[in-house]
Nanobody, 128 residues
Framework: QLQASGGGFMYPGGSLRLSCATSGFPFSSYAIGWFRQAPGKGRAFVAAISWSGSKTFFADSVKGRTTVSRDDGRSTAYLQMNGLRSEDSAVYYC???????????????????????WGQGTLVTVSS
């Protein structure tokens, strides 16, 4: 299971820190991805971190203002995003993949079909 949390109402320019708590699978062996879905749009890749934590990947829209991290001891991953914009409003999902490795390409990390488990999502609303 994965459970994303930390969403809510935020102001433009603010920051968010989402958590993805997991259980039921060997977290340290899984890559973690973050996706988001805005109203009326499809699910889009946001960021990902390899199982070892040695590699991270970001969508162009969030690059430079986003970090992704993991705490294997807590089986939890985190997404930190700064400089929030209205277009960041969406339901944010975390997902876990056993297929993605350190030699997988950045493009592969963006592929939602390569993730085995998905959380229920947390809503982020950015508005003034």
């Amino acid at each position: 299971q994965l459970q994303a949390s930390g969403g809510g109402f935020m102001y433009p320019g603010g920051s968010l820190r989402l958590s993805c708590a997991t259980s039921g699978f060997p977290f340290s062996s899984y890559a973690i991805g973050w996706f988001r879905q805005a109203p009326g749009k499809g699910r889009a890749f946001v960021a990902a971190i390899s199982w070892s934590g040695s590699k991270t990947f970001f969508a162009d829209s969030v690059k430079g203002r986003t970090t992704v991290s993991r705490d294997d001891g807590r089986s939890t991953a985190y997404l930190q995003m700064n400089g929030l914009r209205s277009e960041d409003s969406a339901v944010y999902y975390c997902a876990a993949s056993s297929d993605l490795t350190a030699i997988s390409t950045g493009y592969q990390y963006t592929r939602s079909e390569l993730y085995d488990y998905w959380g229920q999502g947390t809503l982020v609303t950015v508005s003034s």
